[in-house]
């Protein structure tokens, strides 16, 4: 592709693109899917988590990615050890060119220092099946990962950088994280919020010179839970979330704002079981 045509591209391109690291965050500080355990695991210390989730926008990283989509997960844990698979099916407002659907393995282990205090590597690989490569989109990226959660008062606050090997950039975030209790309800509010910086220099595949893109983002939401069964709980979950001063660059070309940085409210509904 020459590079004039793609700079032209470019402005068109950055409704989808940024899906080449698209995880929702809708209602949860960790950016990386996770699924919410229904139940205690098994005495074996094993279980399996499936959780079948349907959100209003699809958003990630305080970019809109997508209209209403579904987002089905399903994540195994046994002890510190938490393995599973992510995925989004958008279901209005796609992109054409973008990843759909989007299929994203992920793990991590925490390393436990003490009651209050853990370690937390893990990784995200990002994969999607359709993307058009000719229109600078990865087919996958692969993003490790390094956490550190600390719990005082009932907060836990949880500091973490990435490290995208293919779109070569990192990612700097501080989550908080506060359940208020709901005794009365048998239930309770699940208070979240993030603050996150990143810049990437090969943000489109093929492209010379390189491509950067760099912003900022945050997000609030609460979640209130219901325990349906033992094993089975219902979550419904509000967040906002924003990106700003996020602009995409190629070369000695003028920068230009990304046009999915956008302030949006998403809706969550999600129905974790345990087995």
Known sequence: MQNKLLFVLLSALSVGLLSSQAQTAATTPAPAPA????????????????????????????TRLGGPSFEPSVEFDSGNLALGIWSNFPLKDKVPGQSDPEIDPYGSY????????????????????????????????????????????????????????????????????????????????????????????????????????????????????????????????????EGRNNYIKQGTFPKFPNSTAVSRGVFTLSYAMTF
Request: aromatic share 16%; charged share 15%.
């Open 110 to 241: 925490k390393f436990v220092i003490s009651d209050a205090f853990n370690l937390q590597p893990g990784f995200t690989w990002y994969t999607y099946v359709n993307a058009d490569k000719n229109n600078g989109y990865y087919k996958s990226t692969f993003e490790p990962s390094l956490a550190v959660n600390y719990t005082v008062a009932g907060f836990t606050l949880t500091p973490k950088i990435y490290y995208d090997l293919v779109l070569k950039g990192p990612t700097a975030e501080l989550n908080a994280a506060y359940a208020l209790p709901l005794k009365e309800l048998g239930t309770e509010l699940d208070f979240a919020a993030t603050w996150g910086t990143f810049k990437w220099t090969s943000y489109a595949e093929n492209a010379s010179p390189d491509v950067k893109n760099w912003g900022d983002y945050w997000l609030v939401g609460v979640t209130l839970p219901f325990q349906v069964t033992t094993n089975s709980k219902l979550s419904i979950g509000l967040a906002a979330t």
């Open 35 to 62: 699924a919410t355990a229904a139940a205690a695991p098994a005495a074996s210390g094993a279980s399996w988590v499936f959780t079948p989730a349907v959100v209003s926008q699809y958003m990630f990283r305080g």
